[in-house]
């Protein structure tokens, strides 16, 4: 522990130094993020072919998509080698990030994904929408789905031969890869309908962790069905060590929860469900439904992984946060974390503290938003993360009379909320 903090204190260092080294006055907001980022990875993550070093896979814009793409693997080697004068203009204008969006439906046996989806498909909305739909050991097209085709979807594909986050994962990607070769221009989104039992952390890894997948198509949103009749028997299950309880990995990964099937329940047992989804994943938004009857908007354009919009997502949580307390600090499932708190961030302790986090505590961590204060840098500083996926960069200027206020919010598995928050807070200047 006192080593690993003092490598990453070292890295930093070493990185700081070196800008003195090159006259560099103040570092630079670029440097800042170099330096601030490469520090928050987990050496370990999802690797590909095309890193030749220990490299984790980083990202520093979202808006700056193509930029950003052709240095996410050098960026840990800017931090310790003289930084690039590419780096010294992340405040131009940044071209958007045209890639095709994607929403993952997921939710458990029966809870209404085919419902919804065949809802946007028949809905009127001017998008031209691709969907892979995946049904664990069935032959052919959801018969209902059918309709749906002839009265919409551009092109539904089926993958029949195993669960999408398990075996047939490298189907997904050549299946994306090949729409998009084929396709592209044809369709404006791409939706794909999970099996019941899915866990969505591996199918949000492949958006990053492909190429064939990452160079076109960004992760737009993750989208849960629940059913307002049978979650609670699900999210009680006790599964044998080891085994992940699918309807709560779920609610944890979701950009969007549906509480669909109302018509079934009553008031009260709503009432009790609601309050359980929302002390697993208090940053998503949630709906009620009967056969999944949402505005479109509701589940397609979300840009839950954008940077852009982190400011939305957390600031929904802070709306959720003021409504129920910390009952949950030491639940030992899966619950949300959030902090607020003004002030500025002293970005080496800051470093150390998430960085370290990251390496110890990334298996546990699901999803993290935040919008950070740091000391020296004129912008606020947003960042999302997915388990050791993380990405993070400068966005708007702060107000010359705004309240420097950061706010991050975890979700995960284990989490202390008193250890967290007192970790941060030993961050501030
Ligand atoms: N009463 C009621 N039934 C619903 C509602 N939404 C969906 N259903 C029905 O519930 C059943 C299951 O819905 P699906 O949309 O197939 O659920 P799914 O999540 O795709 O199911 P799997 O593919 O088996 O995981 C169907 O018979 C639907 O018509 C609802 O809001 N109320």
Redesign the pocket.
């Known amino acids: 522990m006192a080593t690993l903090s003092m490598d990453i204190a070292t890295t930093f260092f070493n990185f700081t130094a070196r800008c003195r080294r090159h006259n560099h006055r103040a570092p630079p907001l670029s440097g800042i993020r170099s330096a601030v980022i490469p520090l928050f990875f987990k050496p370990t993550t999802i690797r590909t072919q095309s890193l030749s070093s220990n490299l984790p896979r980083t990202f520093f814009t979202s808006s700056n998509f193509s930029k950003a793409y052709r240095r996410r693997f050098s960026v840990s080697a800017t931090a310790t080698t003289t930084p690039q004068s590419e780096e010294s203009d992340v405040t131009t204008k940044i071209p958007p990030d045209n890639r095709i969006p994607a929403t993952i439906i997921t939710?458990?046996?029966?809870?209404?994904?085919?419902?919804?989806?065949n809802h946007i498909l028949t809905a009127d909305h001017g998008k031209r929408i691709a969907v892979i739909e995946n049904?664990y050991g069935e032959v052919d097209i959801?018969g209902?789905l059918v309709a749906a085709k002839s009265a919409g979807a551009e092109d539904i594909v089926m993958l029949n031969n195993g669960c999408l986050c398990c075996t047939v994962r490298g189907d997904l990607v050549r299946m994306i890869a090949e729409l998009v070769n084929k396709k592209k221009g044809r369709f404006d989104h791409i939706v794909i309908?999970t099996?019941?039992l899915a866990n969505p952390a591996p199918i949000i890894s492949t958006f990053y962790a492909e190429d064939q997948v990452f160079n076109d198509v960004k992760l737009d949103g993750v989208v849960t069905?629940v059913d307002a009749k049978h979650a609670g028997f699900h999210l009680d299950e006790v599964k044998p060590k080891g085994v992940v309880n699918e309807a709560v990995e779920q609610i944890a990964y979701a950009d969007r929860i549906i509480v669909?099937?109302?018509?079934?329940v009553g008031e009260p047992e709503i009432a009790t469900l609601v309050k359980r989804i929302k002390n697993i994943n208090s940053m998503a938004q949630m709906k009620r439904?009967?056969?999944?009857k949402v505005d479109l908007e509701y589940v397609l354009g979300i840009g839950g992984f954008d940077l852009e919009r982190i400011e939305s997502s957390v600031n929904d949580e802070e709306h959720h946060h003021d409504h129920h307390s910390h009952d949950h600090t030491h639940d030992p499932g899966v619950s949300s974390v959030s902090i607020v708190c003004e002030g500025s961030l002293d970005l080496e302790k800051a470093n150390i503290w998430l960085g370290t986090l990251l390496l110890e505590r990334s298996e546990d961590i699901y999803r993290m938003k935040g919008l950070l204060s740091v000391q020296g840098m004129d912008e606020r500083f947003v960042f999302q993360g997915v388990h050791d996926i993380f990405q993070g960069s400068p966005d708007r200027l702060w107000g010359p009379d705004e309240p420097r206020v950061n706010k991050i919010v975890f979700i995960g598995k284990n989490l202390n909320a008193e250890e967290l928050e007192q970790g941060f807070k030993a961050c501030l200047l």
Do not use: A, I
């Not at 939710?107 to 989806?117: D, N, P, Q, R, V």
């Open positions: 939710g458990f046996l029966g809870s209404g994904k085919t419902t919804l989806l049904e959801d209902s309908e099996t019941g069905l669909n099937k109302t018509d079934l439904t009967e056969f999944g």
